[in-house]
């Protein structure tokens, strides 16, 4: 079988609204590694878009289902409830920083945790409005399209869209976005959209994912968090990109002294199944009516069984501290190549949630261009990596954080050798 031919057979049987980065097709993957059909080896610095932190078919996550599939695959926990979906809700909510007594739901993808998040906020609140920030990005169901602070490709040609969305400037050093100038864009929508009194949520990534890696700084999570103490606002952390020891921390938000009411998440809390959650404060969390929240695959057994393993995996291999130390090296490597890269305008990093963004040395504008040509050389040498931000100038890495340290010297040679071409 060859990649040329599979191209033809997708093309004539898959919409184009289903965009398709590589060229090559998928056969088998160990760790940071995949092969294709033509046997060709590739190192995955995208990791399924920040799902498999604990790398390709980890030997415990395979174990853990593996498992699991000889025993049940689905009830619907709603039915038959089962005891791992209350293990795993009782791992997370010892571990999410939330302040005080803390229950969690599952779904099945991030965008369901965003919309069950905003769900559960309205009726804690019993307010609509909810607050989201340009450059954020938080699903592709019409109410997270809503949220979703980024026209293309996500929301063109899909509107009309719900109500009652608001979006604010997130902070951003580079572009001259400072915590006072996001912080009275708040108080913009509040005297020209919509009454605080009528706001349930505030909504934000601590580090932007689609949006370019942008970090929120620590005062501008005080602020939001006492706007919302003040308001009555309930303040949700949006963790489905950050989570799960990519920023260091389990969560990104244990980089800050102040705790949000509720915090989604996805990705890579079930290595590569299909699982998301909400945890919150158990009082807000039980808000809803009974029935009121679920799903019929919400915590697939299969799934939990992984997320359970998962979250074993980052603990025994110490992958919190691994995110440190990659991320410190990767930027030392990128540090060095901004001497001989003059289209390098900034290095992000907080862990392993690590970005270069590119400009024309010439005019200072935003150069997609430059990161393409980045793109295609490190691809042609057989590293795979993903860009990003709201002008498509931002290299993002998303390697798992259990690369073994040889390949991962060997990829940022690669990338090294591309940013200099």
């Not at 229950?103 to 019993?126: L, P, Q, S």
């Not at 990104?252 to 949000?260: D, F, G, L, R, S």
């Not at 990003?388 to 890495?397: E, Q, Y």
Request: glycine share 10%; aromatic share 8%.
């Amino acid at each position: 079988m060859k990649n040329a031919e599979l191209n033809q057979r997708r093309l004539a049987a898959t919409p184009r609204g289903i965009g398709v980065m590589c060229g090559f097709y998928a056969e088998r993957a160990e760790n940071a590694t995949l092969w294709d059909v033509e046997g060709n080896e590739v190192i995955d610095f995208a990791a399924g878009i920040a799902v498999l932190n604990t790398g390709h078919r980890h030997p415990k996550v395979i174990a853990a289902i593996e498992k699991q599939l000889n025993a049940f695959t689905h009830t619907a926990y709603q039915i038959v409830p089962y005891e791992s979906y209350i293990a795993l809700a009782e791992r997370i909510n010892q571990r999410a920083p939330i302040e005080g007594a803390c229950k969690t739901a599952f779904f099945t993808t991030g965008a369901e945790a965003v919309e069950n998040a905003v769900k559960i906020a309205r009726a804690y609140t019993g307010r609509p409005g909810v607050i989201t920030f340009g450059g954020g990005f938080h699903g592709r169901t019409y109410m997270t399209m809503a949220l979703t602070g980024k026209v293309a490709p996500y929301k063109l040609g899909f509107g009309p869209f719900p109500g009652s969305v608001f979006h604010g400037q997130y902070p951003n050093a580079l572009y001259g976005v400072s915590t006072e100038d996001a912080m009275n864009s708040l108080e913009r929508i509040f005297k020209a959209d919509i009454d605080a009194k009528q706001v349930a949520a505030i909504v934000l990534e601590p580090v932007q994912g689609e949006g370019g890696f942008n970090i929120a700084p620590p005062e501008f999570m005080q602020a939001l968090r006492a706007l919302c103490d003040q308001q009555g606002i309930l303040l949700i952390a949006d963790e489905v990109q950050t989570g799960f020891a990519r920023t260091g921390t389990l969560f990104a938000m244990e980089h800050y002294t102040v705790k949000p009411d509720l915090i989604t998440m996805a990705k890579s809390l079930a290595g590569g199944m299909p699982l998301s959650a909400v945890a919150g404060r158990a009082e807000v969390m039980d808000a809803p009516a009974p029935g009121g929240l679920g799903g019929t695959y919400a915590g697939n057994p299969l799934a939990v069984a992984s997320a359970l393993a998962v979250l074993e995996v980052i603990e025994e291999e110490q992958l919190c501290q691994r995110s440190q130390r990659l991320g410190q090296h990767l930027v030392e490597v990128l540090q060095q190549a901004r001497k001989h890269c003059p289209a390098i305008a900034d290095i992000r990093a907080k862990g392993s949630m690590v970005a270069v963004e590119f400009n024309d040395p010439a005019t200072g504008k935003p150069s997609p261009e430059f990161t393409r040509q980045v793109q295609q050389k490190a691809q042609e040498e057989g590293l795979l990596l993903l860009s990003c931000g709201v002008n498509g100038n931002v290299i993002r890495f998303l390697y798992p954080l259990t690369i073994p340290d040889a390949q991962f010297n060997q990829a940022l040679a690669i990338l090294s050798r591309a940013l200099v071409h």
